[in-house]
């Protein structure tokens, strides 16, 4: 095969003189640049590991240090009270020998100096971890700011004042907090009173409080004894148990997924949206490398979130196990594995040493397209195994994936920085029945085929024929913001950065001697083939029962619930409850993700969004109170949410705490009949907000046609919902819901309607009737102007 040859540098043919090599020069020039690159890249690292170990002081401040002892030195006077001399003294004899007294001098010096400046960074990072120790911020109102907290503020930014990279923060993040049980347990039952009967709740009540009294207290040693030693108490049980222990399918289930522009496609041309997309991801990854992203923050703070979640976005995947599945990480790959019409390629992205350009990626993606070439037996449906069930796909790779020729290729797609899908089909909001074909893009990138993506990749990226694009990730490696913020400036990158010509295609100037992508040959036995389809009728059972609604909602956004000074995440949320209660005739278990970044490794928390406020303001309106009352109890619903959500994000929640617990029982085969029972309760209504954190990427003022439509997920209980939404600009909200067909009581779209429905009925309570008025009358004029 031509692509065998390209791999390696040299040939060889035996004769009877002897052995005769014939070395390839550009092969080995090529691995020469490929090795400066690397060095390069270690040097980098290196550099960057001094940099953010002495933050928020620098490197170069240990040299003012140095002078300045020198200088006071020089003035005859003795800064370290006698300690220079000391280390003058305790110097070693050779030293004494080799050196001048001035020599010794000048040596002792820079010891002190170097140990003092250490002493410095310690100190100043003592005080940063302090002082992101402080939550208390969160809980004021706006306008209400405490001393302590503008002190605390001025004294953030004097610390952070130098510009940090992207992993500066870590090691100045404080610990997650176990909070007290006993708060726990007491937040636990308000949270769960408007769910329960009178006799059910008081049954939970005297369950919590055995436990409490009992079981929880010996739980909670083992559990502070962990949060001492653990960098984070719950991160590392949680990623093993709620997502590598799973054994049924990751797709649906799982993994989720991103879509590209609601409006706009940069390019109908496949290749050159892929040449692009490819380009920027690969500049994202630059940047993470060499820590020249800025760090996540609290939007509109300097407050740094945990940026642990970047380390593992590239070249990993996920590894099916019996018991349980392993994450695995590769340094740098120079490549991306590739799948079109039942064929993988592997395709290079570096060539002597530096990255393709975008033209020239689309030159070698059209190389793919191109080819005729048809599958080998048992190869189209080969990803499939990654969409079943996770033992099976063990089974296989154990028996027929762990040498020869078929480890080789599986090994170029599991060490590829990400995996890209050149879709055969046409997506996005087009044609006569663009609301449908919203859910169908959904749908697609939620699951596809079931066999042509690679669900165990961190990432990967779907081009469709008609130039639209999106991804599906995976889920136990990192949470949707930081997808999202990949996602986001891969999108600006792609769109107002690299851009197109005129007729579609990359800019910039092709290498036509560059060698072609290289097609990954296998040998499938029959008992793959045959596993593969019992996989693949797992996973297209799962998909088709999966119900897909996506609609964007254009009647009012965040513009309008802003100017009601009320949380525009409180809005949608309380909105989601009565949605639910038109749909369903009841309140349920309401699941809302919070983030727990402003600590070391923090993952998520759960926002019990159903609570006594808000159920209380849905019966208060189904029952046509009075006007006044409806607003008075929706504020205390607001108000009520906002603080869950500050508790949540501040280590104070609930279901991370007896989620943990738990795990503790089960290492010392106790059993629980509270935390049984806590923890087997279904999320029927599961929710997410997917956060714009790049806003300056997107100039929607030039370009309003430039936005996004977020992502979605599966439902999480079989007779529920999921439901994420993104905020967009002033006046739009997107919602995608999903259920499952199989369930009787669950419609995405009829859900979808109650939503809508929900949110104007809420914003026209809340609304002042003369600015109702004004605004109808505003209306009216245009309307007016024409009849006459």
């Not at 080799?98 to 000048?106: D, F, N, P, R, W």
């Not at 329960?196 to 009540?205: G, H, V």
């Not at 990949?486 to 010509?501: K, P, V």
Request: include cysteine; charged fraction near 20%; charge should be positive.
């Amino acid at each position: 095969m031509a692509e065998a040859h390209q791999a390696v540098a040299f040939q060889f043919t035996i004769t009877p003189e002897g052995i005769d090599l014939q070395l390839s020069h550009q092969a080995l020039n090529q691995i020469f640049l490929s090795g400066v690159r690397s060095w390069k890249k270690r040097v980098s690292r290196m550099r960057n590991r001094v940099i953010k170990g002495v933050y928020p002081a620098s490197p170069s401040s240990w040299l003012f240090v140095v002078i300045a002892i020198l200088a006071t030195m020089y003035m005859r006077s003795d800064p370290s009270m006698g300690l220079i001399k000391m280390i003058q003294q305790h110097l070693p004899l050779s030293l004494h020998v080799s050196l001048s007294t001035q020599g010794q001098t000048m040596l002792s010096v820079l010891v002190f100096s170097t140990l003092l400046w250490l002493s410095l960074i310690l100190a100043l990072r003592f005080c940063l971890k302090l002082l992101l120790s402080y939550h208390q911020w969160m809980f004021e109102q706006h306008g209400r700011v405490s001393n302590t907290t503008k002190v605390w503020v001025t004294l953030l930014r004097l610390l952070s004042s130098r510009k940090p990279l992207l992993y500066s923060y870590q090691t100045s993040l404080p610990h997650l907090p176990v909070p007290p049980i006993k708060d726990t347990v007491s937040r636990y039952l308000t949270s769960a009173r408007p769910l329960l009967t009178d006799p059910e709740f008081e049954r939970m009540t005297k369950l919590a409080g055995q436990f409490e009294a009992n079981l929880g207290n010996r739980l909670q040693r083992y559990l502070r004894l962990k949060a001492l030693w653990a960098t984070n108490y719950v991160s590392d049980w949680w990623e093993e148990y709620i997502y590598l222990r799973g054994r049924g399918p990751i797709m649906v289930n799982s993994n989720y997924y991103g879509m590209d522009f609601l409006y706009v496609t940069p390019t109908p041309v496949q290749a050159a949206r892929a040449g692009n997309t490819i380009t920027a991801l690969l500049l994202y990854r630059r940047k993470v490398n060499r820590e020249e992203l800025k760090p996540s923050r609290v939007p509109g703070t300097v407050i740094p979130l945990c940026a642990a979640q970047c380390e593992r976005m590239f070249n990993t995947t996920r590894t099916p196990g019996v018991e349980t599945d392993v994450l695995q990480h590769w340094q740098d790959s120079e490549f991306v594995a590739v799948y079109h019409r039942g064929r993988f390629f592997r395709l290079w992205v570096y060539l002597a040493g530096r990255l393709l350009s975008p033209r020239e990626l689309e030159h070698q993606i059209q190389r793919i397209l191109d080819d005729p070439s048809p599958p080998q037996p048992g190869e189209e449906k080969l990803g499939a195994l990654t969409a079943g069930e996770r033992v099976p796909w063990f089974q296989m790779r154990e028996r027929h994936f762990s040498s020869g020729i078929n480890k080789r290729s599986l090994d170029c797609i599991e060490r590829a920085a990400f995996f890209v899908t050149l879709d055969d089909e046409e997506q996005g909001m087009r044609g006569d029945d663009p609301a449908g074909n919203l859910d169908r893009y959904a749908k697609s990138l939620l699951h596809g085929k079931c066999y042509n993506r690679w669900f165990d990749k961190s990432f990967s990226i779907v081009i469709y024929k008609n130039g639209k694009s999106g991804l599906n990730a995976e889920h136990s490696w990192a949470d949707a913001p930081t997808v999202a913020h990949l996602w986001e400036y891969t999108l600006a990158t792609d769109a107002f950065q690299l851009g197109y010509t005129e007729d579609g295609h990359c800019k910039g100037d092709v290498d036509r001697s560059l060698p072609p992508p290289q097609r990954l040959a296998w040998n499938i036995p029959s008992e793959v083939q045959a596993q593969a389809s019992s996989s693949l009728a797992v996973a297209q059972a799962l998909a088709d029962d999966v119900d897909c609604h996506v609609f964007p909602f254009r009647d009012f956004g965040k513009g309008r619930i802003k100017k009601l000074r009320v949380s525009p995440d409180a809005f949608i949320q309380i909105g989601l409850q009565l949605a639910y209660f038109r749909d369903r005739g009841g309140f349920c278990l309401t699941y809302e993700a919070s983030m727990t970044r402003l600590f070391r490794e923090g993952r998520t928390e759960t926002v019990r969004s159903c609570s006594n406020e808000s159920s209380a303001f849905v019966r208060a309106l189904e029952t046509k109170e009075a006007v006044d009352q409806c607003r008075h109890l929706f504020r205390l619903a607001s108000e009520r949410h906002q603080n869950l959500y500050r508790m949540a994000m501040t280590g104070a929640g609930i279901d991370r705490h007896l989620f943990c617990l738990y795990v503790v029982s089960k290492y010392l085969g106790v059993d629980s009949p509270f935390l049984k029972e806590v923890l087997s309760e279904p999320w029927r209504l599961s929710t997410s907000q997917t956060p714009v954190q790049q806003m300056e990427l997107f100039d929607l003022k030039n370009h309003p046609d430039f936005i996004s439509l977020g992502g979605g997920f599966g439902p999480v209980a079989d007779d529920g919902y999921g439901v994420s939404y993104i905020i967009v600009g002033e006046d739009m909200i997107n919602f995608h819901v999903s259920s499952k067909h199989s369930c009787s009581e669950t419609d995405s779209h009829r859900f979808g309607v109650q939503i809508s429905k929900a949110l104007q009925d809420i914003m026209n309570l809340l609304a002042d009737p003369k600015s109702q008025t004004t605004s109808k009358c505003q209306q009216a004029q245009p309307q007016s102007k024409k009849q006459l």
